[in-house]
């Protein structure tokens, strides 16, 4: 995966945008929402720690460890 991902700020519901490249790829609430988009986009093998420590990911408004309204 070349694009880079970004995890938005959270919103008012704690769910926070997850974006690869120019596509939204669905609302996060956990580390592990954020894992199955990632797989489901092409890092089948990718887990909530590939997450945590990946640099591709850009995280906005507050780091992996973040959620909430």
Do not use: C, N
Not at 22 to 45: H, K, S
């Amino acid at each position: 995966m070349a694009a880079r991902v970004v995890v938005y700020p959270p919103d008012e519901d704690g769910g926070r945008r997850v974006r690869v490249g120019g596509e939204i790829l669905g609302r996060a609430y956990g580390v592990r929402d954020v894992a199955r988009f990632l797989q489901e986009a092409t890092l089948q093998d990718w887990d909530e720690t590939d997450v945590v420590r990946s640099r591709l990911i850009e995280w906005r408004g507050g780091g992996p460890d973040k959620w909430g309204g």
